[in-house]
């Protein structure tokens, strides 16, 4: 077998066309991620009772386990609790007809959000108490204080992890093909198998996964610099 | 479709999946053995700024890092026999096993040659100055002053690269090696309760994952002995 190049053109041409479902899986996730983490974060910040230990646990659960898992996990399990809901208010919901799609950005936000609570959780620990305490004395109130001061800085601080992050997620989103989703790794499996072209076909999405990882770094690395100017130093 | 959710079948398939889970610790062992071997030979052209060399490198990194590890995987299972079909050795029958070695070992190796290159950089040039003065050579040095230090703070990176590391061998079964993953899609397939099943594989990760994770915080606070507490309390 050699390696035939014209065809992972060709094969990039055609997975490429994918591209802006697999770049909704992941951005979505990570968004709704992000919301869930600052609740998550000022929770186990200020170690509410009882909510606390359980986001605590939720947090390490999902940590500790492959994302392959949350996603079969959701798969599975959400159909058997939405059936029983609907059986027992009488609903005509069928837990077939929520699309696969909605399972898999189920899943990864769950994900995300886990991931996403330990960076902003260690953001906020990282500005300086000081700076609560500055805000406390000109006579902000708490949320003004978080909003203001320490939410920025947090999240400025955390953009390289963020993007880590991002394009994790960007990554996980090739675990949809064993859920047959029509993303840039299942199309390139599609591709393949018509065309009996395996490495060509995987060659091309490597490719694609790769500079889409390149773009995001590149704009993540631009948008950093621009939102610490304040830190640089000097007058 | 019954939808009872059968508690019971959890214990039962746990002691099976429990039978797989040295090929996950294999792959994992492995991977990060030989990771960690390669990670140092490709951190070294970037260290001493060997010119082309360096930049190979530098892609083959970023190529590593911008990859989802499914994909690289499958590069590796149909990449590999298709590059030694042309020096003709045939391994299109070789057991998948080397294969997701072969690939978790890429996987890391991107990984800690950043971390070490990051590592041994932190680590100040006057402590390499300090060393020569007192008539150490280079490679003593380096071995004596430089690593131990470099080891201490790239330790919880490597930490990480491995929990990650042991999470992504979740994905070897998609080429057909038999791991706890493996054996589960059989189990699926022949209770046709996959919840069960997924929920059991997700307790054992679950474990495996503290259990690492403990037992490197004990390691890092081992190799941070020597330093001041407000240092390693972090």
């Known amino acids: 077998m050699t390696i035939d190049i014209a065809f992972i053109f060709e094969a990039l041409i055609e997975i490429s066309k994918v591209l802006p479902l697999t770049l909704f899986m992941a951005v979505t996730p990570v968004l709704l991620g992000i919301f869930i983490g600052i609740i998550v974060a000022f929770v186990r910040i200020q170690q509410t009772k009882i909510l606390a230990p359980l986001l605590n646990f939720y947090v390490s659960f999902f940590r500790g ?89 947090a999240f400025s601080k955390s953009i390289p992890n963020f993007t880590n992050v991002l394009i994790g997620f960007l990554h996980a989103t090739s675990l949809a093909f064993f ?47 621009r939102v610490t100017a304040y830190s640089k130093g000097g007058i | 479709m019954a939808n009872d959710f059968d508690f019971t079948l959890i214990a039962k398939v746990l002691p099976i999946l429990l039978q797989y889970l040295p090929v996950t610790l294999e792959i994992l062992v492995f991977a990060t053995f030989f990771g960690m071997l390669l990670g140092i030979v490709i951190a070294i052209p970037k260290l001493l700024h060997i010119p082309v060399l360096k930049h190979i490198i530098t892609i083959y990194i970023s190529f590593i890092r911008g990859t989802p590890v499914l994909v690289q995987l499958f590069l590796v299972f149909y990449g590999i026999p298709a590059l030694l079909k042309l020096v003709h050795i045939d391994v299109t029958r070789m057991d998948a096993m080397y294969f997701v070695i072969i690939t978790y070992t890429l996987s890391n190796s991107a990984s800690f040659a950043e971390i070490f290159r990051a590592a041994i950089l932190t680590v100040d040039r006057g402590q390499m100055e300090a060393a020569y003065s007192v008539g150490l050579s280079g490679i003593q040095a380096f071995l004596r002053i430089v690593l131990p230090q470099a080891i201490r703070v790239a330790f919880p990176n490597m930490a990480n690269t491995m929990i990650s590391s042991l999470k992504d061998t979740s994905l070897a079964f998609s080429i057909g090696v038999m791991d706890m993953v493996g054996r589960g899609e059989t189990l699926i397939a022949s209770t046709t309760r996959a919840l069960e099943i997924y929920l059991a594989l997700s307790i054992v990760y679950y474990v495996i994952v503290m259990l690492l994770e403990k037992g490197l915080k004990l390691n890092e606070r081992y190799l941070n002995r020597y330093m001041p507490k407000e240092a390693t309390s972090s």
Do not use: C
């Open chain 1, 65 to 153: 386990t492959p994302i392959i898992m949350h996603i079969m996990l959701v798969y599975f399990g959400i159909p058997i609790v939405v059936d029983v809901i609907s059986i027992t208010f009488k609903l005509e919901f069928q837990s077939s007809s929520i699309p696969i799609l909605l399972f898999v950005i189920l899943a990864l936000t769950l994900s995300a959000g886990a991931y996403t609570s330990e960076i902003i959780r260690s953001g906020i620990l990282s500005v300086p108490k000081g700076q609560l305490e500055a805000a406390y004395a000109v006579g902000l109130t708490f949320s003004q204080a978080m909003r203001r001061y320490i939410l920025p800085q």
């Open chain 1, 179 to 225: 859920l047959s989703v029509k993303e840039l790794t299942g199309v390139a499996n599609i591709v393949a198998s018509i065309n009996l072209k395996f490495l060509e076909a995987f060659i091309a999405v490597g490719l694609i996964y790769w500079g889409v990882s390149a773009i995001i770094e590149w704009l993540a690395h631009r948008i950093e610099k």
